[in-house]
């Protein structure tokens, strides 16, 4: 219905921890929380907005550990 061909839609069975994530406000841990990107460095994929959020973050206050896991044009 968004106009994709049928060739180019992929079934990706994931599985959640709805106990884990289901709660709001409920970690199971303590200490920040943990982001990951992971895909390529490239503009198309703009691991810029990622850097951009852990400012947003760190400005608020936010505990949080973001990672970066990848390679590319963009990696200096």
Do not use: W
């Not at 990622?50 to 990848?70: I, K, N, S």
Request: aromatic share 6%; charged share 20%; proline share 9%.
């Amino acid at each position: 219905y968004m106009g994709a061909q049928p060739s180019r839609i992929l079934k990706l069975p994931y599985s959640i921890d709805n106990d884990r994530f289901g709660a709001p406000g409920r970690r199971p841990h303590s200490g920040p929380v943990v982001v990951l990107f992971a895909a390529k460095l490239t503009a198309r994929k703009d691991p810029h907005t990622f850097v951009e959020a852990a400012r947003l973050l760190q400005g608020r206050c936010v505990p949080v550990t973001m990672l970066m896991a990848g390679s590319g044009e963009l990696e200096t």
